[in-house]
């Protein structure tokens, strides 16, 4: 029995293996079960290098340890130092957030797991000379596996039997497809074009090339994050920088400087760094996202990186190819069109593509359509075949020295004969039909371009329904400002004329891929043409490189192998699960579905989460502006901290908590827009600046006519909440009845807690004199906020001009830079 040991290093497993001589099965027979469990028990396993999901232990430690948790304990041992149990009421919401974050996302882990194992990817392997479906994680080094078109290549491996062609686009960006045979090796992360074979696995699990390009990325850090997770993560960061020193100078300035109490004085630093801290803000962030995650996966869709979220919510251009989006997947052969009559009836045309279909092995949309219609016996054994591919535009079989057929793009295939027979494939296309030549060639398969004659034969006519709901889907995405572009394989008339009849805008602005022969062209006619027709694979990924460096926002949506590197490219990727594997491997988003109708409630998803995050932080940081600049100001004129750490929970549970989580859940279409942290600061800048003008004047009152500190403490929460209100309620316009109730019940809320709960907060009752004080800056309160919002608007409007201009010439800056400087990939 192998001896096995494991030790946690760098949060990895690292795994002592006892060695196991490599062993090179029969491709007929493969591993048998048992040499398969030794491997898997020895550790030779695919097993992937982190899991899909967290695990429980990880999702209650990161909810538990966060730096702002650790120091609301640390401020909550210090309360509890000075004796001062009553200001400890911020300790339950600090609790009811942790609780709430850990049971949101283990919901969220359980909902996921179920719906993963949809998704998890599958290889088909050879065991004990029987083949078999299973999970890649249940492979191991040494068995036979079968890749074929469309497979992504989930291990190191080398071909033992067949050939194919392979795309290592993703490891080494270059889309060249590379020929495989006996004995050639394959990288892990690459993916089959076109063909068939049978490899031996050599490396797997950690060993393999992807999973070391992986462990690389993590050891350098390389963790993109979306600019709403980006923007919230500098904020929380020089909150807690800040958070240290200016704590100690405030404890220093009440108990030293003051001469007041350590009781007193600790209870006021506390309560001004709670201000400071933005205790529900990140928690909110997080559970909205996973709660989009979990509602999107209720509508049978897979999200593979949570930052698409945001991403969707920005998406403003939409590329979509035209099989299997605008059109079903499934294909029909309509006719056959002779092109020469009197030498080849139909019978004829039927025998050779019979003959033609049964020796290709491509599993593909297009021959399965071919198959189903010519069912005739093969009559003859193929000497040669040629895979179509994306970039080729054609495939071919030879039976003979002298009898060679190809099938493909009538362009491609006649050159410079192809005016001869324009008028006739025109015809066609303009019925929307996906028009294939077959011809006789006299030269041999392995030509570089086609140079000897070409007869053609006949046309043959091919069709897909298009979706029930594309129109429709369609109209919503032009409604919401989203353009379509359609970016295909097929003759550029025949998609216009689909995408037409689907409803997309500016469908007549075609071109013809094959003319944007240099990146300049290809730039221009990513902004000018909406249709675009005989585009190669690497020609996709341009298309969408030069609408990023346009300064758009791009989603993809494909399923096709040809789609993978412009899916990789997006800044959001859309796959429908039905199409190919490797498509979905690399898709941020997969609609196991495969129905392209799901998508604006995939959009519409990403914008309502986006929208209400970016609102709910408004009442957030009303609160963290206030609370820093009065910490400052209390600093500088050596003035008492007002509010105690009670108050301030009353008031953010009232004023912000509730309200926040509610707001974070209403449905949201409007497209995001603008830098996610200017627009929340520019909206909370009203609220915090009115606090702050308010309460300094309520504490000039306090020096002037010696108020009672505990009296001036409670008009300076009274009136913080007034403000919170005003922009709770600036915030809720226009109204709805669900927000109606939200602000009436959160003022009776306050009012309830101000009459019945005094002591639990720390208020008190209030003098003639305070509460003439009270009123005078309540009344004072909505037009301080008009005045405030209005000066604020007034340099918005002045300075936006000026940054809609420097926004242009930075994108065309970046689209001039577009054909030296690649957009960064992100890594597998």
């Not at 492979?139 to 071909?159: E, H, K, P, S, Y």
């Not at 993916?191 to 050891?219: C, H, I, P, Q």
């Not at 942290?677 to 600046?689: D, E, K, T």
Request: charged content about 20%; glycine content about 6%.
């Amino acid at each position: 029995m192998a001896l096995r040991a494991s030790a946690k290093k760098n949060s990895e497993i690292i795994q002592v293996r006892q060695e196991i001589p490599v062993f090179c099965a029969s491709p007929e027979l493969g591993l048998t079960a048992q040499q398969a469990s030794e491997r898997m028990q020895n550790g030779y396993g695919n097993t992937p290098i982190e899991p899909p999901t967290k695990t429980v232990g990880q999702i209650i430690r990161s909810n538990l340890l966060t730096y702002f948790n650790i120091v609301f304990f640390a401020l909550a041992a210090c309360i509890i130092a000075v004796g001062s149990w009553k200001n400890l009421t911020f300790m339950p919401v600090v609790l009811a957030n942790i609780l709430i974050g850990i049971v949101q996302e283990l919901r969220a882990k359980k909902t996921l797991d179920k719906l993963s194992i949809l998704s998890t990817p599958k290889g088909i392997i050879v065991r004990d000379g029987v083949i078999r479906t299973v999970s890649v994680e249940d492979t191991v080094r040494d068995d036979i596996v079968v890749f074929a078109q469309g497979n992504q290549i989930f291990a190191d491996a080398i071909v033992v039997s067949g050939e194919c062609q392979v795309n290592e686009a993703l490891m080494t960006g270059e889309a060249d497809e590379i020929k495989k045979t006996a004995g050639d090796e394959l990288m892990s992360g690459s993916f089959v074009v076109s063909g068939s074979v049978r490899a031996r696995l050599t490396r797997v699990g950690k060993d393999s090339y992807v999973s070391r390009l992986t462990l690389e990325s993590k050891k350098n850090n390389r963790i993109t994050q979306s600019e709403m997770m980006r923007s919230l993560s500098v904020l929380v960061k020089w909150i807690g920088i800040m958070l240290i020193p200016i704590g100690a100078v405030m404890a220093v300035k009440e108990i030293v400087w003051l001469d007041r109490s350590v009781q007193a004085g600790v209870v006021s630093t506390v309560g001004a760094l709670v201000g400071m801290i933005p205790e529900g803000l990140y928690l909110l962030t997080s559970i909205a996202l996973v709660a989009a995650v979990v509602r999107l996966a209720q509508r049978k869709t897979i999200v593979h990186d949570m930052n698409c979220i945001e991403t969707l919510a920005r998406v403003d251009t939409l590329c979509v190819d035209k099989t299997g989006t605008i059109t079903e997947n499934k294909m029909i052969v309509e006719d056959v069109c002779l092109l020469c009559k009197d030498r080849f009836i139909e019978d004829d045309i039927r025998m050779i593509m019979s003959d033609y279909v049964y020796a290709m092995q491509d599993d593909n949309d297009t021959m399965a359509a071919l198959r189903k219609y010519f069912k005739g016996q093969p009559t003859q054994v193929a000497r040669e075949t040629l895979p179509f591919t994306s970039v080729r535009k054609y495939g071919g079989v030879s039976f003979h020295e002298d009898e060679t057929y190809l099938l493909g793009a009538p362009e491609v295939i006649l050159g410079e004969n192809y005016d001869n027979y324009r008028d006739k494939i025109d015809y066609y296309s303009r019925k929307g039909c996906r028009v294939l030549l077959l011809a006789i060639y006299d030269g041999r398969l392995s030509d570089e371009a086609l140079t000897e004659k070409i007869f053609p034969l006949a046309l043959i006519l091919l069709a897909n329904k298009i979706r029930k709901n594309a129109p429709e889907t369609f109209k919503y995405f032009e409604k919401q400002g989203v353009t379509i572009k359609v970016i295909s394989g097929d003759n550029p008339l025949t998609v216009s004329e689909v995408a037409k009849r689907a409803g997309i805008a500016n469908a007549d602005k075609y071109i013809d891929a094959r003319t944007l022969d240099d990146d300049r062209k290809l730039r221009a006619a990513a902004e000018q043409y909406t249709v675009f027709g005989r585009v190669t694979p690497d020609q996709k990924r341009k298309l969408i490189r030069a609408l990023k460096a346009a300064g758009h926002t791009v989603a993809m949506t494909g399923d096709g192998v040809n789609d993978v590197l412009a899916l990789k490219e997006a800044d959001c990727s859309v796959a429908m699960a039905s199409g190919s594997e490797v498509a979905c491997q690399v898709s941020h988003v997969v609609l196991l579905n495969s129905n392209f109708a799901s998508m604006p409630s995939v959009v519409m998803e990403g914008r309502r989460v986006i929208n209400n995050i970016e609102r709910s932080a408004v009442l957030y940081l009303v609160k963290n502006i206030f609370s820093f600049v009065l910490a400052l100001i209390t600093l500088f004129f050596t003035l008492p901290y007002p509010l105690t750490p009670s108050q301030l929970s009353l008031v953010s549970t009232v004023c912000i908590g509730i309200p926040s989580f509610v707001l974070a859940m209403e449905p949201n279409e409007n497209l995001v827009r603008g830098k996610f942290l200017r627009n929340v600061i520019y909206r909370a800048l009203p609220g915090g600046f009115s606090d702050i003008i308010l309460i300094v004047g309520v504490m000039l009152f306090y020096v002037a006519f010696d108020f009672p500190v505990e009296e001036m403490s409670t008009i300076c929460a009274i009136i913080m909440a007034i403000v919170g209100m005003l922009v709770l309620h600036r915030l809720c316009i226009p109204y709805n009845s669900m927000r109606k109730f939200l602000v009436i019940s959160m003022c009776v809320t306050f009012a309830i807690m101000l009459i019945f709960f005094k002591e639990l907060f720390t208020l008190t009752s209030l003098s003639y004199q305070s509460i003439l004080v009270l009123v005078v800056f309540s009344l004072l309160a909505y037009p301080l906020m008009k005045l405030l919002i209005r000066g604020f608007d007034r340099i918005e409007k002045k300075f936006a001009p000026l940054q809609a201009g420097t926004k242009k010439k930075i994108a065309r800056t970046t689209s001039r830079a577009g054909r030296h400087v690649a957009a960064p990939k992100r890594k597998y």
